[in-house]
């Protein structure tokens, strides 16, 4: 019933931006942990930024400075700002919610989007 859709990947140039968006949909969720993460071919799936519930923010330095999570608990989105993007960056990104007002452990995964860097 809990569905997340990403949107907005695609094929940019080295240095180029793009701006990946989610959206939530099949349950209110009043406490909860929005997550990108992507999988590169061949690679584990990393974490790419956290943004809790209070709006604090977390990001692994090989994103840091470049990546830029935001949350609208509105419209139930949660957005990936992308600057600067580097042929690294290539993968498929994914968007995860921890929902705090379930079972201990309940999460749900969207079924992710391609982003390809290259000239």
């Known amino acids: 019933q809990v569905h997340l859709v990403e949107s907005g990947g695609g094929l940019v140039q080295p240095g180029g931006s793009l701006r990946l968006s989610c959206e939530t949909s099949g349950k209110v969720f009043t406490l909860y942990q929005m997550a990108w993460h992507r999988q590169a071919p061949g690679k584990q799936r990393e974490l790419v930024a956290i943004?809790?519930?209070?709006?604090?923010?977390t990001y692994p330095d090989s994103v840091k400075g470049r990546f830029t999570i935001s949350r609208d608990n509105a419209k139930n989105t949660v957005d990936l700002q992308m600057d600067s993007l580097k042929p690294e960056d290539t993968a498929v990104y994914y968007c995860n919610v921890r929902d705090f007002d379930g079972p201990p452990g309940t999460e749900y995964w969207g079924e992710g989007t391609l982003v390809t860097v290259s000239s």
């Open positions: 943004i809790t519930s209070g709006g604090h923010t």
